[in-house]
């Protein structure tokens, strides 16, 4: 009932806006035109003025000018009143009143709301700046019919503004002492002195005075503008002085801008009024200045997008005002909201200005999408956490880090009982309208997040929302997922990561993007024929033959989810995208092996998020999938074989998903590959991007900088290493790098690790691991696991850890024992090799199994194992973690590790 | 780190040896026979992705080619030596001979990683190959055939090449083509059925009844599963079977005393032969560590998975009951574990002739591409039963005749055939 209530006043609202916005627009549309006198004009505007007024029946308006009167017919003058006075050069030439006839509830103004107060302002704003344009115009005109000009009509012009607008005036005397220096008119050079103290001159020109400039009165800038126009008329004819004075009178009109430009305390709701007011006057035929219209891009980019000088300065090549403008459409913010879209949001609609205007595209990096997107302005946050009195939670962030993983669950679960501000609630209810039932994705996007050097890559959550049925279930679906995102801010892993990167003490401000989700309904479900993420450099390479630049593209079937996290039972396709043709997976056991076998997407039924088998989808909707032919291929007897749209059996054959027709037979990879390199060019740094396709078109979901680790030098590898020294080789998938001053080795035995037969004692692990992550000296201690730490689904696969349990390690290894038909996938491209790589954590993956492999077991075996000393209460599982004392065990000596990528050789020794 | 170098050829060469000494071969047959007839090193240049250019170095070895064409895989792979090839392509001329196929043995091989090669320059290494041998290949000459990391479509790729330089169609100059473009019928039930065949035949001549035995098998691809499929038809009861989980990274044994239900485990199988522990457990299966298939109370013990696997110690797990090992897999017996077995008198269907199946529908692959004429499943199958039967017989009948174990008749028997064909062409 009570939402019922809620929802009948919002609608009810909207209405009154949008009959008030009309009679805005209608009274503009009318003054502008030229044609109709101002007695007519005046006389129709009483007509249209009542309809804006929340009851027009008994609405009438009256126009008073110059003594004369215009009024709607059956005029009557009551004690309901609303008036506004037509004041032009200072003087009151008329009014404007507004009246009903009849009694009316009591509102803000008597029976009037404020926002027609509002309005009847606005609209004898309008009336005004009509009046003085026709004025300055009729002068001009008169000008225009007279061929042989005369000399005074410029005089005119200025007397006419020293009555009304002084300090017009002075602003163009001063435009006109620049102009005719411009001209190199030479007696011009005199007049700029006027405009200098007179004491610079006696104190000699560089020698700053320490007295304050003398001001001057109104009367001195008079008698200064007539002898520039004295000068001015000696040398210019009076059409070249006259056209110069309507130009900038006309920029002029302009200066309410400066409001938004000088002042970066303005709230969005002002800037987006100026931004409307700058809207109407532009129809009516306002000019910028082209340093004014950059100044007030460069205004509203740094106070709506990013304060960040680098985002600046490529931004306003590539934003327009009018761009800006239509984003401010799609904008929720709290009532005095300073907040801005944050990182994730300004960086997509940069790039994709960039790549609409970059002087580097062509047709394939033009060629794309990105999806229906409205925001929450960052401040939206705090606005929450004070409508729902949440103060105390902001100091979550200086609390110990065991403290924030104990409590997060509970401020969790806070947040996603707590409720909204009507304004953001009103704000949602009309992006839920705009978007219907269309499934959503909503997203975090952090003021701190996606700057270059700080990407907070999946430290915040994104939710996918199925958007559908009545509108209460969409909004309280919507404002649920907001929540969740709300409360990840105050996660353990995203304050940790602050702490590293310095940016602790800033506030927090998350902006939230909602974006429709790309992808077309299939039976019940709703997903993208396939979505990824491609990164500038490739820092992993299957093969020598491929080289950093030539990128990494991590593409799935259906939603990007599962090319986005790390995956512990399934496997994106790998392409580098320069060279297409060396794939990961050659023989034919590989191709199948290593092929996505589960598919990321929306139940519109269960209204769910959900992960299914391809092999099932296939078998339902394989037919409806969108551009089936070009995700998998045809597996028959040791056969890969592109397919063809028609003869595809899903019951019957065998299909994997391999990408080959995508890659081979469409411009796919033309587009994603001048896409990047436009993006590149223009950020001037490595990037990485989000896609998702429908089938029909690509969509750019995300772009931003690529975690940009320093390209470390290939280490040089001795040949001669004492065998007692020598820990371990490696020679697969190497990086560059040399780790020195190693001083302990954290080692999970792969065995015993394999032996713990409870989920308790296995999870047990990754906390003891991020215990002794927090004890041993930081970047001075090497991890050594089985499989793949920090897997997110089988735990016997990997210690499992989050980034916070080991972000602390100089090297990650993992341990993989080599069996006949596995090679354990390596933690490549994903969230938490971004976050290695970032933090310059160096990964190095270990074969001990394979023939001219070094792996020193007796090292292993013999060292004492100083575990017990360090965690005394988990000594129990002193078996499987060892903890060697590297510095204790080898006469003071420290452990190094060397690294050749171009050899593909790595080993770890004790420095001799 | 010193690690003694392994010659394969060396092996190979010492394993004929013994042969010949019991044949009591003459010093020309041995020369003859301890090395490849023909042997090509030759060079391959592929004009690379990025424009430039790469030489690979590529070999076909042609053992012996008394008994017929020499008929051999061609395999790329980067650690590749001509030794390697050699010995396999000796290895080849025994396979063909103990199966009773008019065949010859060669190998061959391109030195080169796919792993690092785009799928065009891997066609133009297949194209370049067949132009520098197409002289001293074909299909009544010589004839490759896919093998470690090469597939189907490679095989096409040199079919095409080869024909567009002879300028007429000849299908039979290559096999393991995809069935539509050349392939045969019935080669995926092939070595499995054949497996099954071998011990029909073994079950007969220890007067035992198919439908009174009971089996174990390692592994569940392939070739155990028409193995399984065969031996259920000819009465017998299969009651464990183990398969590696790929989740877990380690195998179980699916057991089921009252015997296992082929079309249930086949339903929750992925296409690795990956049986879905948790459903076979609704089942009714029990899970057991994978390495009990071999302690099994069986009559008939069939590894189909990896090399060793019946080592010294497994090898004393083998339960009493236990009268047939069939070797699906090849080599799952360790010399160790070959001489516990005899002494526990089981009887060994040794690898490359229970496993000869595959083999022998490549011949039947070949013989149908020569004649233009393909057959229907049935009929591949039921020649396939008649070529393994004859093989069985005369290794078998061969052992009791001369008194060896069944290995070792099935090594000597194929080097008297092809020492024999030597002698009758007047060679040696």
Same mark, same amino acid.
């Given at each position: 009932?009570?939402?019922?209530?809620?929802?009948?006043?919002?609608?009810?609202?909207?209405?009154?806006?949008?009959?008030?916005?009309?009679?805005?627009?209608?009274?503009?549309?009318?003054?502008?035109?030229?044609?109709?006198s101002?007695?007519?004009?005046?006389?129709?505007?009483?007509?249209?003025?009542?309809?804006?007024?929340?009851?027009?029946?008994?609405?009438?308006?009256?126009?008073?000018?110059?003594?004369?009167?215009?009024?709607s017919?059956?005029?009557?003058?009551?004690?309901?009143?609303?008036?506004?006075?037509?004041?032009?050069?200072?003087?009151?030439?008329?009014?404007?009143?507004?009246?009903?006839?009849e009694?009316?509830?009591?509102?803000?103004?008597?029976?009037f709301?404020?926002?027609?107060?509002?309005?009847?302002? %606005?609209?004898?704003d309008?009336?005004?700046?009509?009046?003085?344009?026709?004025?300055?115009?009729?002068?001009?005109?008169?000008?225009?019919?007279?061929?042989?000009?005369?000399?005074?009509?410029?005089?005119?012009?200025?007397?006419?503004?020293?009555?009304?607008?002084?300090?017009?005036?002075?602003?163009?005397?001063?435009?006109?002492?620049?102009?005719?220096?411009?001209?190199?008119?030479?007696?011009?050079?005199?007049?700029?002195?006027?405009?200098?103290?007179?004491?610079?001159?006696?104190?000699?020109?560089?020698?700053?005075?320490?007295?304050?400039?003398?001001?001057?009165?109104?009367?001195?800038?008079?008698e200064?503008?007539?002898?520039?126009?004295?000068?001015?008329?000696?040398?210019?004819?009076?059409?070249?002085?006259?056209?110069n004075?309507?130009?900038?009178?006309?920029?002029?009109?302009?200066?309410?801008?400066?409001?938004?430009?000088?002042?970066? %305390?303005?709230?969005l709701?002002?800037?987006?009024?100026?931004?409307?007011?700058?809207?109407?006057?532009?129809?009516q035929?306002?000019?910028?200045?082209?340093?004014?219209?950059?100044?007030?891009r460069?205004?509203?980019?740094?106070r709506?997008?990013?304060?960040?000088?680098?985002?600046?300065?490529?931004?306003?090549?590539?934003?327009?005002?009018?761009?800006?403008?239509?984003?401010?459409?799609?904008?929720?913010?709290?009532?005095?909201?300073?907040?801005?879209?944050?990182?994730?949001?300004?960086?997509?609609?940069?790039?994709?200005?960039i790549?609409?205007?970059?002087?580097?595209?062509?047709?394939?990096?033009?060629?794309?999408?990105?999806?229906?997107?409205?925001?929450?302005?960052?401040?939206?946050?705090?606005?929450f956490m004070?409508?729902?009195?949440?103060?105390?939670?902001?100091?979550?962030?200086?609390?110990?880090?065991d403290?924030?993983?104990?409590?997060?669950?509970?401020?969790?679960?806070?947040?996603?009982?707590?409720?909204?501000?009507?304004?953001?609630?009103?704000?949602?209810?009309?992006?839920?309208?705009?978007?219907?039932?269309?499934?959503?994705?909503?997203?975090?996007?952090?003021l701190?997040e996606?700057?270059?050097?700080?990407?907070?890559?999946?430290?915040?959550?994104s939710?996918?929302?199925?958007?559908?049925?009545?509108?209460?279930?969409?909004?309280?679906?919507?404002?649920?997922?907001?929540?969740?995102?709300?409360?990840?801010?105050?996660?353990p892993?995203?304050?940790?990561?602050?702490?590293?990167?310095?940016?602790?003490?800033?506030?927090?401000?998350?902006?939230?993007?909602?974006?429709?989700?790309?992808?077309?309904?299939?039976g019940?479900?709703?997903?993208?024929?396939?979505?990824?993420?491609?990164?500038?450099?490739?820092?992993?390479?299957?093969?020598?033959?491929?080289?950093?630049?030539?990128?990494?593209?991590?593409?799935?079937?259906?939603?990007?989810?599962?090319?986005?996290?790390?995956?512990?039972?399934?496997?994106?396709?790998?392409?580098?995208?320069?060279?297409?043709?060396?794939?990961?997976?050659?023989?034919?056991?590989?191709?199948?092996?290593?092929?996505?076998?589960?598919?990321?997407?929306?139940?519109?039924?269960?209204?769910?998020?959900?992960?299914?088998?391809?092999?099932t989808?296939?078998?339902?909707?394989?037919?409806?999938?969108?551009?089936?032919?070009?995700?998998?291929?045809?597996?028959?007897?040791?056969?890969?074989?592109?397919?063809?749209?028609?003869?595809?059996?899903?019951?019957k054959?065998?299909?994997?998903?391999?990408f080959?027709?995508l890659?081979?037979?469409?411009?796919?990879?033309?587009?994603?590959?001048?896409?990047?390199?436009?993006?590149?060019?223009?950020?001037?740094?490595?990037?990485?991007?989000?896609?998702?396709?429908?089938?029909?078109?690509?969509?750019?979901?995300?772009?931003?900088?690529?975690?940009?680790?320093?390209?470390?030098?290939?280490?040089?590898?001795?040949?001669?290493?004492?065998?007692?020294?020598?820990?371990?080789?490696? %020679?697969?998938?190497?990086? %560059?790098?040399?780790?020195?001053?190693?001083?302990?080795?954290?080692?999970?035995?792969?065995?015993k690790?394999?032996?713990?037969?409870?989920?308790n004692?296995l999870?047990?692990?990754?906390?003891?691991v991020?215990?002794?992550?927090?004890?041993?000296?930081?970047?001075?201690?090497?991890?050594?696991?089985?499989?793949?730490?920090?897997?997110r689904g089988?735990?016997?696969?990997?210690?499992?850890?989050?980034?916070?349990?080991?972000?602390?390690?100089?090297?990650?290894?993992?341990?993989?024992?080599?069996?006949?038909?596995?090679?354990?996938?390596?933690?490549?491209?994903?969230?938490?090799?971004?976050?290695?790589?970032?933090?310059?954590?160096l990964?190095?993956?270990?074969?001990?199994?394979?023939?001219?492999?070094?792996?020193?077991?007796s090292?292993?075996?013999?060292?004492?194992?100083?575990?017990?000393?360090?965690?005394?209460?988990?000594?129990?599982f002193?078996?499987?973690?060892?903890?060697?004392?590297?510095?204790?065990?080898?006469?003071?000596?420290?452990?190094?590790?060397?690294?050749?990528?171009?050899?593909?050789?790595?080993?770890a020794?004790?420095?001799? | 780190m010193?690690?003694?170098?392994?010659?394969?050829?060396?092996?190979?060469?010492?394993?004929?040896?013994?042969?010949?000494?019991?044949?009591e071969?003459?010093?020309?047959?041995?020369d #003859?026979?301890?090395?490849?007839?023909r042997?090509?090193?030759?060079?391959?240049?592929?004009?690379?992705?990025? &424009?430039?250019?790469k030489?690979?170095?590529a070999?076909?070895?042609?053992?012996?080619?008394a008994?017929?064409?020499?008929? &051999?895989?061609?395999?790329?792979?980067?650690?590749?030596?001509?030794?390697?090839?050699?010995?396999?392509?000796m290895?080849?001329?025994?396979?063909?001979?103990?199966?009773?196929?008019?065949l010859?043995?060669?190998?061959?091989?391109?030195?080169?990683?796919?792993?690092? #090669?785009?799928?065009?320059?891997?066609?133009?290494?297949?194209?370049?190959?067949i132009?520098?041998?197409?002289?001293?290949?074909?299909?009544?000459?010589?004839?490759?055939?896919?093998?470690?990391?090469?597939?189907?479509?490679?095989?096409?790729?040199?079919?095409?090449?080869?024909?567009?330089?002879?300028?007429?169609?000849?299908?039979?100059?290559?096999?393991?083509?995809?069935?539509?473009?050349?392939?045969?019928q019935?080669?995926?039930?092939? /070595?499995?059925?054949?497996?099954i065949?071998?011990?029909?035949?073994?079950?007969?001549?220890?007067?035992?009844?198919?439908?009174? /035995?009971?089996?174990s098998?390692?592994?569940?691809?392939?070739?155990?599963?028409?193995?399984?499929?065969?031996?259920?038809?000819?009465?017998?009861?299969?009651?464990?079977?183990?398969?590696?989980d790929?989740?877990?990274?380690?195998?179980?044994?699916?057991?089921?005393?009252?015997?296992?239900?082929?079309?249930?485990?086949?339903?929750?199988t992925?296409?690795?032969?990956?049986?879905?522990?948790?459903?076979?457990?609704?089942?009714?299966?029990e899970?057991?560590?994978?390495?009990?298939?071999?302690?099994?109370?069986?009559?008939?013990?069939?590894?189909?998975?990896?090399?060793?696997?019946?080592?010294?110690?497994t090898? /004393?797990?083998?339960?009493?009951?236990?009268k047939?090992?069939?070797?699906g897999?090849?080599?799952?017996? /360790?010399?160790?574990?070959?001489?516990?077995?005899?002494?526990?008198?089981?009887?060994i269907?040794?690898?490359? #002739?229970?496993?000869? &199946?595959?083999?022998?529908?490549?011949?039947?692959?070949?013989?149908?591409?020569?004649?233009?004429?393909?057959?229907?499943?049935?009929?591949?199958?039921?020649?396939?039963?008649?070529?393994?039967?004859?093989?069985?017989?005369?290794?078998?009948?061969?052992?009791?005749?001369?008194?060896?174990?069944?290995?070792?008749?099935?090594?000597?028997?194929?080097?008297?055939?092809?020492?024999?064909?030597?002698?009758?062409? &007047?060679?040696v």
């Open positions: 009932m009570e939402n019922n209530k809620i929802q009948t006043d919002l609608i009810y609202e909207l209405k009154e806006r949008a009959k008030e916005l009309n009679c805005m627009y209608e009274t503009q549309e009318l003054l502008s035109d030229k044609e109709k101002i007695d007519e004009l005046f006389q129709h505007l009483t007509k249209i003025i009542p309809s804006g007024w929340q009851y027009p029946c008994i609405c009438f308006a009256k126009i008073t000018y110059k003594k004369q009167l215009f009024q017919s059956n005029f009557n003058e009551t004690k309901w009143e609303l008036n506004s006075d037509i004041i032009l050069e200072n003087k009151t030439v008329g009014s404007l009143q507004v009246f009903y006839s009694a009316r509830p009591e509102s803000d103004y008597g029976p709301l404020k926002e027609e107060k509002k309005l009847i302002e %606005n609209i004898t309008q009336i005004k700046s009509y009046l003085f344009h026709q004025h300055l115009k009729s002068i001009f005109e008169d000008k225009h019919h007279n061929k042989k000009i005369n000399k005074s009509e410029s005089w005119k012009i200025l007397d006419l503004l020293k009555k009304t607008n002084p300090k017009l005036l002075i602003s163009i005397s001063r435009k006109m002492v620049n102009y005719l220096s411009w001209k190199r008119i030479s007696e011009a050079e005199k007049l700029f002195d006027y405009y200098n103290p007179s004491e610079e001159k006696e104190s000699g020109l560089f020698k700053e005075s320490n007295f304050p400039y003398r001001t001057k009165s109104e009367k001195d800038e008079f200064i503008s007539d002898k520039i126009f004295e000068v001015t008329n000696k040398y210019l004819d009076e059409q070249e002085i006259l056209d004075i309507s130009r900038w009178i006309k920029y002029d009109q302009s200066s309410f801008l400066i409001n938004l430009m000088g002042n970066g %305390n303005l709230s709701s002002k800037i987006i009024n100026i931004l409307e007011r700058y809207y109407h006057l532009k129809n035929g306002l000019l910028l200045s082209p340093i004014r219209e950059k100044n007030l460069v205004s509203l980019i740094r709506l997008l990013s304060d960040q000088a680098d985002f600046i300065k490529i931004a306003k090549n590539f934003i327009d005002i009018s761009e800006i403008n239509e984003l401010t459409n799609n904008i929720i913010y709290p009532k005095k909201s300073y907040g801005k879209l944050g990182g994730k949001a300004s960086g997509l609609f940069l790039s994709s200005k790549l609409e205007k970059s002087k580097y595209g062509d047709n394939y990096s033009t060629n794309f999408k990105i999806p229906k997107t409205w925001f929450i302005v960052s401040d939206g946050l705090l606005n004070e409508y729902n009195s949440f103060e105390n939670i902001v100091e979550q962030k200086y609390k110990d880090i403290q924030v993983r104990k409590e997060y669950s509970y401020v969790a679960h806070v947040f996603k009982n707590a409720s909204f501000c009507p304004t953001i609630i009103k704000g949602l209810s009309k992006m839920l309208n705009d978007f219907g039932e269309h499934p959503l994705i909503v997203r975090s996007t952090s701190l996606d700057r270059q050097y700080s990407i907070f890559a999946g430290k915040y959550k939710l996918f929302i199925s958007n559908q049925g009545t509108k209460k279930e969409r909004i309280d679906e919507l404002t649920d997922a907001i929540a969740e995102i709300y409360a990840s801010t105050f996660g892993d995203p304050i940790e990561y602050r702490i590293e990167k310095d940016l602790l003490d800033y506030n927090e401000e998350m902006g939230i993007m909602i974006q429709e989700v790309i992808g077309k309904k299939v019940k479900y709703f997903f993208p024929a396939f979505a990824g993420v491609s990164f500038s450099q490739n820092n992993y390479r299957w093969s020598s033959r491929i080289k950093q630049e030539d990128g990494l593209l991590r593409i799935v079937p259906g939603l990007g989810t599962r090319a986005v996290d790390r995956l512990s039972d399934d496997y994106p396709i790998l392409i580098a995208p320069k060279k297409p043709n060396l794939r990961t997976t050659i023989t034919i056991d590989e191709i199948i092996r290593y092929s996505p076998k589960n598919i990321d997407l929306i139940n519109l039924e269960k209204r769910s998020f959900e992960t299914v088998k391809i092999d989808l296939l078998k339902e909707y394989g037919k409806k999938y969108p551009k089936i032919n070009q995700i998998v291929s045809l597996v028959t007897n040791g056969f890969v074989q592109q397919v063809q749209r028609f003869g595809m059996n899903f019951n054959n065998n299909y994997s998903v391999t080959n027709g890659i081979n037979n469409t411009d796919f990879l033309k587009k994603i590959n001048s896409m990047m390199s436009v993006l590149q060019k223009e950020f001037s740094y490595p990037i990485d991007i989000e896609f998702a396709h429908n089938g029909e078109d690509l969509f750019l979901l995300q772009c931003r900088p690529q975690s940009y680790g320093e390209i470390s030098k290939p280490a040089e590898i001795p040949t001669n290493i004492l065998s007692n020294n020598f820990i371990f080789s490696a %020679n697969k998938y190497i990086t %560059n790098g040399t780790v020195t001053n190693i001083s302990h080795i954290v080692y999970v035995d792969p065995q690790y394999s032996e713990l037969s409870g989920y004692e999870a047990t692990i990754g906390r003891l991020g215990k002794l992550n927090k004890l041993l000296p930081k970047r001075q201690f090497i991890l050594m696991g089985p499989g793949r730490w920090g897997s089988d735990i016997k696969l990997g210690v499992n850890v989050t980034y916070s349990e080991i972000n602390n390690t100089s090297v990650l290894i993992e341990i993989a024992k080599k069996r006949k038909d596995y090679v354990p996938e390596l933690s490549f491209g994903t969230h938490f090799f971004q976050d290695l790589v970032e933090a310059n954590i990964y190095l993956p270990l074969y001990p199994d394979e023939e001219n492999n070094v792996f020193n077991e090292f292993f075996e013999k060292s004492p194992n100083i575990f017990p000393e360090l965690l005394p209460n988990y000594k129990e002193s078996n499987v973690i060892k903890v060697i004392d590297v510095v204790a065990c080898s006469e003071g000596h420290f452990l190094n590790i060397l690294m050749n990528g171009n050899e593909n050789k790595a080993v020794m004790i420095s001799e | 010193t690690t003694k170098s392994y010659n394969p050829f060396h092996t190979a060469q010492q394993q004929f040896d013994k042969a010949a000494d019991l044949l071969l003459n010093l020309a047959t041995r #003859l026979l301890r090395n490849p007839m042997e090509f090193h030759f060079t391959i240049s592929v004009r690379m992705d990025d &424009g430039t250019r030489i690979f170095k070999f076909r070895i042609q053992h012996n080619d008994r017929g064409a020499a008929k &051999g895989g061609i395999r790329f792979h980067p650690q590749e030596t001509v030794d390697t090839v050699k010995a396999l392509s290895w080849m001329t025994w396979k063909t001979a103990v199966a009773d196929i008019p010859g043995g060669g190998k061959g091989g391109v030195i080169c990683d796919p792993h690092h #090669l785009s799928q065009f320059e891997q066609e133009q290494i297949c194209r370049g190959w132009r520098q041998i197409y002289k001293n290949i074909g299909p009544f000459s010589d004839i490759p055939a896919p093998d470690v990391m090469t597939n189907p479509q490679h095989m096409l790729w040199m079919l095409d090449e080869y024909e567009t330089i002879t300028g007429a169609k000849y299908p039979g100059a290559i096999t393991g083509k995809p069935i539509g473009m050349g392939g045969s019935g080669r995926t039930e092939a /070595t499995g059925y054949g497996v065949i071998t011990v029909r035949e073994a079950l007969k001549e220890l007067k035992i009844k198919p439908n009174k /035995t009971t089996a098998f390692q592994g569940f691809g392939n070739v155990s599963q028409y193995a399984i499929e065969l031996y259920h038809k000819m009465g017998g009861k299969t009651i464990c079977v183990s398969s590696w790929n989740d877990d990274k380690k195998s179980y044994a699916f057991r089921k005393k009252e015997g296992i239900n082929l079309k249930e485990l086949l339903e929750i992925d296409i690795f032969g990956g049986i879905d522990k948790n459903k076979a457990e609704k089942l009714g299966y899970i057991l560590p994978g390495d009990t298939w071999i302690e099994q109370e069986v009559d008939i013990l069939i590894p189909a998975a990896l090399e060793n696997q019946i080592n010294e110690e090898a /004393t797990k083998i339960s009493n009951k236990v047939i090992i069939a070797e897999a090849n080599g799952p017996t /360790t010399i160790e574990a070959d001489e516990i077995l005899n002494r526990k008198n089981i009887f269907i040794p690898d490359f #002739l229970a496993n000869a &199946g595959g083999v022998i529908c490549s011949y039947f692959e070949q013989v149908q591409n020569n004649t233009n004429y393909y057959w229907e499943k049935d009929e591949v199958l039921s020649k396939l039963d008649v070529k393994m039967t004859t093989a069985f017989a005369s290794v078998s009948d061969f052992a009791k005749e001369n008194d060896l174990k069944m290995r070792e008749a099935a090594y000597v028997i194929s080097v008297n055939k092809v020492a024999q064909a030597c002698e009758n062409r &007047g060679w």
